[in-house]
Every structure is written in structure tokens, then in C-alpha cells.
């Protein structure tokens, strides 16, 4: 069980251009979900928190217009990557977590690339 | 079988004890091998990054990787109660499947 999955897995994309990231929980509801961003070697960055029905929670410094978080049901949450340009490229992870536990399970991660 | 596995713990040492953490996985491709720290309501934070097989020592913490056996280790010596945390360990195969485990939940007791 607590398998995340992440859509697409890859995708490359002109500057300018909006792409949509998917994320999932399979088998168990996420009321809690999480996005991170990661450069190669580094740390994984909280970005945001999302609960579902209501509005994510932004980390200080993530630009809000930018990464638009919609968390619209219990297995499902998006990060829209708005007006896209070279420096979001980024490897970008979600995780859930269900009820009060601080157990995060990670998606397979999506592999952004903007020309 | 799960692409990797990892004991979720919790598990509870007396500081200044040697903590092993383990994970076991079943993709032969894997390369890249991470452990990752993670405070509650935090971002997993990288501690050690190895590729393929062999040893790591970075301070007081020691990373193994066998690739024979599909394992890998990471050993922190003298533990430390700010070492409580949650321990992920993570693997890449060139960028092309990238599976975090489920995490090991560490206490360490002053």
C-alpha cells in the first residue's frame, strides 16, 4: 500500500509555456500533500502544503502566481508551473500524507525541462 | 515486492549509541544511492549521495552500498537526540526511475 504516483514523468516544454503536474495517492487518501522542488545533489526544497479543499500554504520565497497548487480532492493534487521559463527547470516531487501522521509518501518525482 | 524497502521503525537508541539504518531493493539499474534526513513537517534534507558500490564517510555518519545484495546502509555513530528525525533512503538510476523509501523513524534518547 501508500503508493504516490506522479504525471508525467518527464516533460520538456518552451519558456513561456504552462505545464501541469499531476499527483496522485493510489490506495490511500492524502488529507495532507506536499511539493518539493530538488536540484541535482542538493536537498529536497519544501515549496508547499497542501490540504485537501483548501487553499496550499506557500514556504517563504515560492512565488504563489507562479506554482499554482489545486488539491481538489483526497488522491489528487496539481502544481501548474505558470508562464514557465529555463530557471524552473527542476526535478519537482510530490509526497502525501493521510489523517495526523507525519508519514510523507513520495511520488516518483517529474523531470521539468524548459527550452 | 516493493522497489524498496525500508523498516519504518520507530526505533529508539540511547544517545551516543551507533544507529544503522537499512534498505533493500529489487531494481538491479538503480546507481545513485541517497540518504536523505527529514524533520517533522520539513523538506527531506540530502545528507549522503554515493554511486554504485562501496563505502562513504562524511563526519559521523557512513553510508554502504551493495549492489551484490541489493542493500544499503547508513550508519550514524554517537548519536546525537537531534538526530531524532526520519531517515529516507533514496535511489536513481540515471535520472530515469527515481523511488524513495518509506522512511525509518529514528529517536535517539538523551
Known amino acids: 500500500g501508500a503508493v504516490v504516483s506522479q504525471h508525467p514523468s518527464r516533460v520538456i516544454c518552451k519558456s513561456g509555456t504552462s505545464v501541469k503536474i499531476e499527483c496522485r495517492s493510489l490506495d490511500f487518501q492524502a488529507t495532507t500533500m506536499f511539493w518539493y522542488r530538488q536540484f541535482p545533489k542538493q536537498s529536497l526544497m519544501l515549496m508547499a502544503t497542501?490540504?485537501?479543499?483548501?487553499?496550499?500554504?506557500?514556504e517563504q520565497g515560492v512565488e504563489k502566481d507562479k506554482f499554482l497548487i489545486n488539491h481538489a480532492s483526497l488522491t489528487l493534487s496539481t502544481l501548474t508551473v505558470t508562464s514557465a521559463h529555463p530557471e524552473d527547470s527542476s526535478f519537482y516531487i510530490c509526497?502525501?500524507?493521510?489523517?495526523?501522521?507525519?508519514?510523507?509518501?513520495f511520488g516518483p518525482g517529474t523531470r521539468l525541462t524548459v527550452l | 515486492q516493493k522497489e524498496v524497502e525500508q523498516d519504518p521503525g520507530p526505533l529508539s537508541v540511547p544517545e551516543g549509541a551507533i544507529v544503522s539504518l537499512n534498505c533493500t531493493y529489487s531494481?538491479?539499474?538503480?546507481?545513485?544511492f541517497m540518504w536523505y534526513r527529514q524533520y517533522s513537517r520539513k523538506g527531506p534534507e540530502l545528507l549522503m549521495y554515493?554511486?554504485?558500490?562501496g563505502n562513504k564517510e562524511d563526519g559521523r555518519f557512513t553510508a554502504q552500498v551493495d549492489k551484490s545484495s541489493k542493500y544499503i546502509s547508513l550508519f550514524i555513530r554517537d548519536s546525537q537526540p537531534s538526530d531524532s528525525a526520519t531517515y529516507l533512503c533514496?535511489?536513481?538510476?540515471?535520472?530515469?526511475?527515481?523511488?524513495f523509501g518509506p522512511g525509518t523513524r529514528l529517536s535517539v534518547l538523551p
Open positions: 554515493t554511486y554504485s558500490s
Open positions: 509526497s502525501a500524507a493521510s489523517g495526523g501522521t507525519d508519514t510523507q509518501y
Open positions: 531494481n538491479s539499474a538503480f546507481q545513485y
Open positions: 533514496a535511489m536513481d538510476n540515471y535520472g530515469q526511475n527515481f523511488v
Open positions: 497542501s490540504n485537501e479543499g483548501s487553499k496550499a500554504t506557500y
